[in-house]
């Protein structure tokens, strides 16, 4: 368990904690925690999907701009891996993944919740890409995965003017998935995430990274990584389960072991 970013599990929700006061400003240290939670949270047969969450009052306001501020080129092409890194390694974990989003979700921290499968956000979130009113531009995915989620033109918008983003209008352009109280939008997302304690575990995984690999490629190999990604769950336990269960008792009543 890291100083700054935990993994808690129950009932086969994991929830990766980021709680750095005040704002959850992503150092390199939390960076480095970040990659250790997703790296546990992939490998744990109890976690079945994970939530991220930056607590009550504040998702992740960016990265840590006091750290990056004296750094040369030099020292961010050393970095600018692991940054990137921390990111993706929470977008590779093969689970469903939901963000609940509080307050505010900006540069590092808006490419944290991108990261994720979906994205719930609290009245109160304010999602945003400022990296450029500083003189740069987002460095963990934020050109990459806002446009994949939005399209180009909407994600050149919040990039090129480093404009926030409330929770309204995050709904109406698809950056947010649902809107919620605040107060609700952490038992929201873990409602979500709880809805796969018991699913398909193999068949989950296989269509999160058919759609996500897909989405990198052409449309010919997306189709040839669906077909092989099909194929192969025919060899688990769960495909067998769950026809057989069909068969005998009609849809959604299989039970399931992972396997």
Not at 68 to 80: C, G, N, T
Not at 147 to 167: E, H, M, Q, W, Y
Not at 190 to 211: D, P, T, Y
Not at 241 to 256: D, E, H, I, W, Y
Request: overall charge negative; hydrophobic content about 45%; aromatic content about 6%.
């Amino acid at each position: 368990m890291g100083e700054h970013v935990r993994l808690e599990v129950a009932d086969g929700v994991g929830t990766i904690r980021l709680d750095r006061p005040k704002m959850n400003a992503i150092s390199l240290q939390v960076q480095d925690e970040l990659r250790a939670a997703a790296a546990e949270a992939t490998e744990r047969d109890d976690v079945r999907a994970v939530v991220v969450y930056g607590g009550e009052r504040v998702f992740a306001a960016g990265n840590d701009v006091k750290e990056m501020a004296d750094m040369s080129y030099a020292d961010m092409v050393k970095r600018s891996g692991p940054l990137q890194g921390a990111v993706t390694a929470i977008a590779r974990i093969p689970k469903p993944v939901v963000a609940a989003v509080t307050g505010y979700a900006l540069g590092g921290g808006c490419e944290l919740a991108l990261a994720a499968d979906v994205r719930f956000a609290a009245e109160n979130a304010v999602f945003g890409q400022p990296e450029v009113l500083l003189g740069i531009i987002p460095g963990a995915g934020g050109t990459q995965r806002l446009a994949r989620l939005i399209g180009p033109a909407k994600a050149k918008d919040l990039i090129f003017t480093g404009r926030f983003v409330k929770a309204d209008e995050a709904l109406a352009i698809g950056l947010a998935d649902k809107v919620v109280p605040a107060e609700d939008v952490y038992a929201e997302a873990v409602a979500w995430a709880a809805q796969f304690s018991g699913g398909a575990a193999l068949a989950l995984r296989a269509a999160k990274e058919s759609i996500d690999r897909g989405l990198e490629t052409d449309l010919e190999t997306g189709l040839e990584i669906e077909r092989q990604q099909f194929a192969a769950l025919f060899a688990t336990e769960d495909r067998a389960a769950g026809m057989s269960s069909f068969v005998a008792n009609g849809p959604g009543k299989a039970t399931f072991t992972g396997r």
